[in-house]
T-cell receptor, first 114, second 113 residues
Framework: NAGVMQNPRHLVRRRGQEARLRCSPM?????VYWYRQLPEEGLKFMVY????????ESGMPKERFSAEFPKEGPSILRIQQVVRGDSAAYFC????????????FGNGTRLTVT | GQQLNQSPQSMFIQEGEDVSMNCTSS?????WLWYKQDPGEGPVLLIA?????ELTSNGRLTAQFGITRKDSFLNISASIPSDVGIYFC?????????????FGTGTLLAVQP
């Protein structure tokens, strides 16, 4: 299966710890998007990256959250000093181009902060 | 953040019935997409629409891109139990920094056999 791969599927962190979420896009896709979904809500855009560049981070909280998509390896969404409100499902999507191409989603990482 | 208004919020129907849901926005989009999400999974793309007025089918699913570019609807004909899930519309401005999707609030569909 050459779909979008996210890991881990489930992640439990205590308040104050760091969470690292990884996303490998579909083969041939160089555009990655991160979304957050709270229980029983829709998906909210966080950040859009192309290889080594952040294109749009208008949905990212100003503090504690960062994202990268290095030349080699997966895209990483990092949450520092997690709080209970960070508990959510985080989805990664990828597309082959940056122009009106549909996004294909992974199965998400479910972060629980205790 | 910006969200699209999707209705109805939920639907409870009998197997074999047809279903219709729609999505409206105060903003114009260049692309409309419809996704389905099963519990514990990511959204799966059902239909993509690229032109105002476009009507596209995928099996029992039909979707239309509104002429004003501010709305879209999805119809499911002859529903079956595996249609159960949450359906999301998404609008896309397209091109460079605006390729991100804005999602609707979702329609929960329950189908009784």
């Amino acid at each position: 299966n050459a779909g979008v791969m996210q890991n881990p599927r489930h992640l439990v962190r205590r308040r104050g710890q760091e969470a690292r979420l990884r996303c490998s896009p579909m083969k041939g896709h160089s555009h990655v998007y991160w979304y957050r979904q709270l229980p029983e809500e829709g998906l909210k855009f966080m950040v859009y990256l192309q290889k080594e560049n952040i294109i749009d981070e208008s949905g990212m909280p100003k503090e504690r959250f960062s994202a990268e998509f290095p030349k080699e390896g997966p895209s990483i969404l990092r949450i520092q000093q997690v709080v209970r409100g960070d508990s959510a499902a985080y989805f990664c999507a990828s597309s082959p181009t940056g122009r009106s191409s549909p996004l294909h989603f992974g199965n998400g990482t479910r972060l629980t902060v205790t | 953040g910006q969200q699209l208004n999707q209705s109805p919020q939920s639907m409870f129907i009998q197997e074999g019935e047809d279903v219709s849901m729609n999505c409206t926005s105060s903003s114009i989009f260049n692309t409309w997409l419809w996704y389905k999400q099963d519990p514990g999974e990511g959204p799966v793309l059902l239909i993509a629409l690229y032109k105002a007025g476009e009507l596209t089918s995928n099996g029992r699913l039909t979707a239309q891109f509104g002429i004003t570019r501010k709305d879209s609807f999805l119809n499911i004909s002859a529903s079956i139990p595996s249609d159960v899930g949450i359906y999301f519309c998404a609008g896309q401005l397209g091109g460079g920094a605006t390729n991100k999707l804005i999602f609707g609030t979702g329609t929960l569909l329950a189908v009784q056999p």
